[in-house]
């Protein structure tokens, strides 16, 4: 019985297989890619632009195409700590097939590591990240071909990429952006906007200001009446902003429909001791983890507003993480004993992460003293 | 220098199995997997408020506690997912073809199975109990073969499984021929191949009968938690077995010395060491990416074997329960035509493929998501020349283009409407699974399983590799895909990995000695059965 085998195994080939589908994979979602930094620009008015270009000798020859409203995953290597910061594309994947990606900064932030990275990026440098990634975009099948979108300040970013993307031709869908700021001087980004929606149709854009009158611009804060004044039929909301921005549209539109509600979630900081679900009564203010991982064991300290994840970074424990917000599940960590708290917003748990004791650490922050497992350090 | 008994690579669902059997056995395992995760395919992900499983749609083998196939055994004798909500799903499939010439239910039943065909045909009752006689005793007599890798004593199995040695590397249409199975019923009995990826002219009976007849036999099963839940239930026996998992890291190499395992290298730039590796990954990715010198026989063993074909998938979350949507059926299979190879033909381009599989699993567990929504999820394969042509610059046009044609056609044929309920939505392509778990050209359908080399073939040795020491278990690996075979192999691939001698060479146990050392399947044997077939005409040949 087994003569026919071994008779159709001498007279094999060896094949080869061609694998194009495994090298489109590898063209639209690489690994790693090698970008040079090749230009930072200061685009006054406390932004920064950062233009990023393959670093061909590294064996990066084109960058990943991505959909507008993703983001790339930077590591950041201090003096002291390893963590990663996390940025929405403001390029279109126009830009990336022509062979760059674009990323802008705001100048006063006031977090420890993007002042390290204001003043350390140096046009030449060299990084490598991955793909890009997240859930912020556009799709057909789910949302209103009329799209709204609400910003304020760098809530902005994703949906530079998303109207360029409109005039270039790679999206299709009809945008209208509510961009709010305090005063006039801070819509640093109208001009390019007023390019673009002097150019398409598709887009459209309602400038709001707070504190000062001028033409073209409302007066106020954006709400669903001024929206809805604005914009003809159904159509999906897109916010991009802070967690307070979130909250505050939330209530506008309250039981509106999940589906047609997206949020762009890049963690910022977030005020957990006021969440509303946050305990009364907390027992310490800073509690001890004891970390098992790869070579040993480890205690270390977590105050009970600072996220698991930052404390395992400043104590040279190393966690893949992306998002930061709960939503790529790469920080996937598991917890054999304590408590901790998760903002609903960020809680992204799976049902068996429940059952057998797994959190996000990029979210959660200790209410007690806990016991982790880390996959990799 | 030996750190562990025995190295595993992948904590797939073949890798957690097989490292979960040698743990019992006390033996020192590592397990180094490459994402952060285990389970590979089985796993799943949260949009919104959805949680979609990412494979699982039925279980094989599983079974009721009363009437447990051989998986279910084994995760009751390890305590593996002991404390899961297993959902059994009572349907079989509703078969719907586009031109009309079929829209009916069937339940996941034997008898009822059967008695539904006999509805259609009373005549057919004879060919069935031959059908059904048939594809039992491939069942019984493909479980000794796997029981003795592939090296069965021949004598034995002749004398248990005559009409098996005959039969089974049939195609399931000369089947059909030979049992005169009238055509309706016969367009019945085939539509499972849309799973398999292979026509009935083409697919072999005995590998059809081992799933389709599987199903029937015990029922598919789900778990409410999802398949990945499954996967940490593996996770936390291995810890507690005292077994090593090392996360976020890929085996870059496997070190070998004179035709012989040594240990592997990881990306992370570190060596372990063992003489024993079992490798969930496949064959054909280890011989080509991870050993510095492949035995040329061992290449060839793994160019016989074509990838059958490649996945193409749409998570639906909705926002409206099924009841209101008139969803009725857990799984629905859509055929253009019940023409099947015009069908099989068909997929080898995103232009004409129209076959599709949808299921609901809320039908099964009315709250598997939120109150007021419903999970579906849209399947299709493609023969592995239809991605070729896809540029970078229209993937994702194409990609959002082609589910929305899926599901247009199923609102149209069932005259429902799912669009305007679309809450969440993720779509993977080939290139999706090609990326996540580096299943070749996204390949997630494991071999072809033709008529075209002898029945021992993918069941014995063509997964067994010259280099001592290495042993393979998973989907893509050793025969069918499937995730019952997928836990299976490795059990397998542990047990027999344990034997592999001493003195250097795999082990080549006989037929009766590896029933003795089953832990499982002890009494599974017990009286030989022979099963006088009513088949006219052809001989064997
Ligand atoms: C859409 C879809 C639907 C399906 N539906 C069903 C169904 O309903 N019923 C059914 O029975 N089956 C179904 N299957 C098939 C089933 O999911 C698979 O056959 C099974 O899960 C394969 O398991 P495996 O053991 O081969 O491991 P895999 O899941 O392939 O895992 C291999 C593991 O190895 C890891 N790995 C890869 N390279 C390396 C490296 N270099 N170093 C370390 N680790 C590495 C991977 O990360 C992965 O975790 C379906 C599959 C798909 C895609
Ligand atoms: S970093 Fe994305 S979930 Fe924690």
Known sequence: MFKKTEKSIKHTEIVQYENTVDNLAASLHPKVQHLVLSKITDLQSGYIEFLFKPDILAGTKKLAVFRPGQFITFDIEMKDMKTTRSFPLVSSPLDARSGFYKIILKREISDKVGNFILKNWREGQKFSIGAPSGNFYYEKLRDFSNVVAVAFGSGVFPFMSMAKAIYEGDENFNLTLFYESNRAKNLVFKRFFDWIASRTDKVRVVYILENENLSGCKRGIVSRDMIEENVEGGYSIFLSGSQKFYEYMKNQYFNYPPKLYRTFDLKQSVDVISQKNYPKFVSSEIFNIQVKCRNGIKVIQCMKNQTILSALEKNGINVPSGCRSGKCALCHTKIVAGQVYIPDDFDGRRIADFKYGYIHPCCSYPLSNLILVVKDC | ?541
Not at chain 2, 79 to 86: G, N
Not at chain 2, 353 to 374: I, K, L
């Open chain 2, 1 to 541: 220098m030996k750190d562990y008994d025995i190295i595993v690579i992948g904590a797939g669902s073949g890798g957690l199995a097989a490292a979960v059997t040698a743990l019992k056995k006390n033996k020192r395992v590592l397990i180094i997997e490459k994402r952060n995760v285990p389970g590979g395919f089985s796993t799943s992900f949260v949009r919104g408020r959805f949680e979609f499983d990412v494979s699982l749609h039925e279980l094989n083998s599983f079974g009721a506690y009363e009437n447990q196939g051989e998986l279910r055994r084994f995760f009751e004798n390890y305590r593996i997912a002991p404390d899961l909500q297993w959902l059994q799903i009572d349907e079989a499939f509703r078969l719907i073809s586009l031109d009309n010439e079929i829209d009916m239910e069937f339940p996941s039943d034997v008898w009822k199975f059967r008695g539904k065909l006999l509805e259609m045909d009373s005549d057919a009752d004879l060919a069935l109990s031959a059908f059904f006689k048939l594809g039992h005793e491939c069942l019984e007599a493909e479980n000794f073969i796997a029981e003795t890798n592939g090296k069965p004593d021949i004598k034995l199995l002749r004398k248990r499984y005559p009409n098996y040695v005959k039969f089974a590397s049939y195609s399931l249409d000369k089947v059909f021929k030979l049992l005169h199975m009238p055509k309706k019923i016969k367009d019945v009995l085939s539509a499972y191949w849309i799973y398999l990826g292979v026509p009935p002219e083409k697919l072999r009976f005995s590998h059809y009968a081992s799933l389709f007849l599987n199903y029937l036999k015990r029922h598919p099963y789900i778990p409410k938690e999802r398949s990945y839940a499954i996967s940490l239930s593996f996770d936390k026996k291995i810890r507690e077995l005292g077994g090593k998992i090392l996360y976020n890291t890929a085996v870059e190499k496997i070190i070998t010395e004179n035709g012989k395992v040594k240990g592997v290298l990881t990306d992370k730039n570190e060596k372990f060491f063992a003489d024993k590796i079992i490798s969930n990954l496949t064959p054909y990715t280890v011989y080509r990416n991870l050993l510095d010198n492949p035995v040329e026989r061992d290449l060839k063993k793994t160019s016989i074997r074509e990838f059958a074909s490649c996945g193409f998938t749409v998570f639906l979350g909705l926002n409206k329960s099924f009841k209101d949507l008139k969803i009725k059926n857990y799984n629905y299979i859509i055929y253009d035509t019940l023409d099947t190879q015009k069908s099989f033909a068909d997929a080898s381009s995103l232009k004409t493929n129209r076959m599709m599989t949808v299921s609901c699993p809320n039908v099964v567990s009315r709250d598997y998501s939120p109150e007021g929504t419903t999970i579906l999820v849209f399947n299709t394969f493609f023969t592995a020349d239809a991605w070729k042509e896809v540029k970078e610059k229209d993937y994702y046009k194409i990609k959002s283009d082609y589910a929305e044609k899926m599901i247009e056609t199923f609102e149209k044929k069932l005259n429902i409407s799912i669009r305007e309920f679309i809450e969440e939505i993720e779509i993977a392509t080939p290139v999706t699974y090609s990326d996540y778990l580096g299943c070749p050209d996204g390949n997630i359908y494991g071999f072809l399983y033709g008529t075209y080399h002898g029945i021992m073939d993918d069941l014995s040795f063509l997964h067994e590799s010259e280099i001592n020491g290495l042993r393979f278990c998973g989907g893509n690996t050793v025969r069918q895909f499937g995730y019952g075979q997928a836990y299976l192999s490795g059990y397998r691939a542990a047990m027999l990995s344990m034997l592999d001698g001493m003195d250097g060479k795999n082990s080549h146990i006989s037929a009766e000695d590896r029933l003795a050392l089953n832990e499982i399947d002890a009494n599974y044997y017990k009286k030989p059965r022979y099963i006088e077939i009513n088949i006219g005409g052809e001989k064997d040949e």
